[in-house]
Nanobody
Framework: QVKLVESGGGLVEPGESLTLSCVGS????????MGWYRQAPGKQRELVAF???????NYRDSVKGRFTMSRDSAQNTVYLQMNSLEPEDTAVYYC????????WGQGTQVTVSS
């Protein structure tokens, strides 16, 4: 059984930082393209960042320079370091594993508000 569990969300003020974690079981993240997605109320789910099997990362334009995605293969965990958070970053953040088959976590809420 495959399971992805996100954690690390919360309520922060603009300009602050958060680090999200996604721990997996049942699959090896090293064999999958890993992604972080987010969905704000009333909006479609969007890709924030991905980390390929070969270690290539890419980010949506609005988070470039502020967010960093990384992978710890030994811990089967991916992270999303989010700095200089903005109210527009408020959303539920989801971890995704893709390799033909696709798996999702349950999501973690990030709220950026003063």
């Amino acid at each position: 059984q495959v399971k992805l569990v996100e954690s690390g969300g919360g309520l922060v003020e603009p300009g602050e930082s958060l680090t999200l974690s996604c721990v997996g079981s049942g699959i090896s993240f090293s064999d999958y393209t890993m992604g972080w997605y987010r969905q704000a109320p009333g909006k479609q789910r969007e890709l924030v960042a991905f980390f390929s099997v070969s270690g290539i990362t890419n980010y949506r334009d609005s988070v470039k320079g502020r967010f960093t995605m990384s992978r710890d293969s030994a811990q089967n965990t991916v992270y999303l370091q989010m700095n200089s958070l903005e109210p527009e970053d408020t959303a539920v953040y989801y971890c995704n594993a893709r390799r033909g088959d696709v798996y999702w976590g349950q999501g973690t809420q990030v709220t950026v508000s003063s």
